[in-house]
C-alpha cells in the first residue's frame, strides 16, 4: 500500500472555547507531538495515486493488493463510487476547521473516480493474473458511479460537485459541471 508522505500529527484537535464577550470560538490545538516527516497510515485517494497513474506493473503482486483493497468496503468501496478516505481512519468524515467541512474526508469525488477506472480499463487489457479482477472491477465500480449520478440527476435536476458516501446523495455545488462532465467519458 502506498501512503502520502509529509509534516504530519495525530495530535491536532479543533478546541471550542468562549471568548470574554460570550461568543464561541474554534481554534486548533497542538499537543504535545509536534508534526514530523513521516508516511499517513491513513488509506485514502492518494493511497491509489500509483495505481491510478498505472505504474504498477501488471503482473506484480502489488497490482493483486491494490485491487483486493479497492474493493474493500470499510476502506473506498461504496454503493455509489469509490469515497475519498477509508471510514476506519481517524479522519473519516472530520472537518478540518470549524467552517471547513470534511471536504476529502469521506465523500465521492467523480474525477477520481474517473481515474480508477481508467486504471481499472487499463490492467483489465493487460495480459496478467489479475486483468478478469480488473476488468470485473472496472464493471461494477463504472455501473455504481453511472447509475448515481443518473439517479440524482433524476431526483434534483443537478449534477453535484461530490455525492455522499453512505446515501449517495449529491453534495456541495450545483449545478456543477466540472469534474461530473467525466460522466460523459465514463458512459
Known amino acids: 500500500m502506498y501512503f502520502d508522505w509529509g509534516e504530519h500529527t ?5 478546541v471550542k472555547a468562549v471568548n470574554n464577550d460570550g461568543s464561541t ?4 490545538k497542538q499537543g504535545e507531538e509536534l508534526p514530523s516527516l513521516r508516511f499517513v497510515k491513513e488509506f485514502g485517494y492518494v493511497s491509489l495515486f500509483p495505481f491510478m497513474m498505472k505504474l504498477i506493473d501488471p503482473k506484480s503482486k502489488k497490482l493483486e493488493h491494490h485491487l483486493k483493497h479497492l474493493k474493500n468496503e470499510t476502506l473506498l468501496w461504496t454503493p ?7 471510514t476506519n481512519s481517524n479522519y473519516y468524515n472530520k472537518y478540518n476547521t470549524e467552517h471547513d467541512k470534511p471536504y476529502w474526508r469521506s465523500p465521492i469525488w467523480i474525477n477520481i473516480n474517473y481515474l480508477v477506472l481508467d486504471a481499472l480499463g487499463y490492467y483489465a487489457q493487460s495480459k496478467s493474473p489479475y486483468s478478469q479482477e480488473a476488468k470485473r ?6 455501473a455504481r458511479v453511472l447509475g448515481n449520478i443518473v439517479d440524482q440527476y433524476q431526483k434534483t435536476g443537478f449534477l453535484w460537485e461530490n455525492y455522499d458516501d453512505a446515501k449517495g446523495e449529491g453534495k456541495g455545488s450545483h449545478p456543477f459541471t466540472g469534474w461530473t462532465a467525466l460522466f460523459i467519458l465514463i458512459a
Not at 137 to 142: G, N, V
Open 10 to 14: 495525530d495530535t491536532v484537535t479543533l
Open 25 to 28: 470560538v474554534v481554534f486548533r
Open 80 to 86: 455509489y463510487g469509490l469515497r475519498s478516505l477509508a
Open 137 to 142: 472491477l472496472f464493471q461494477e465500480l463504472r
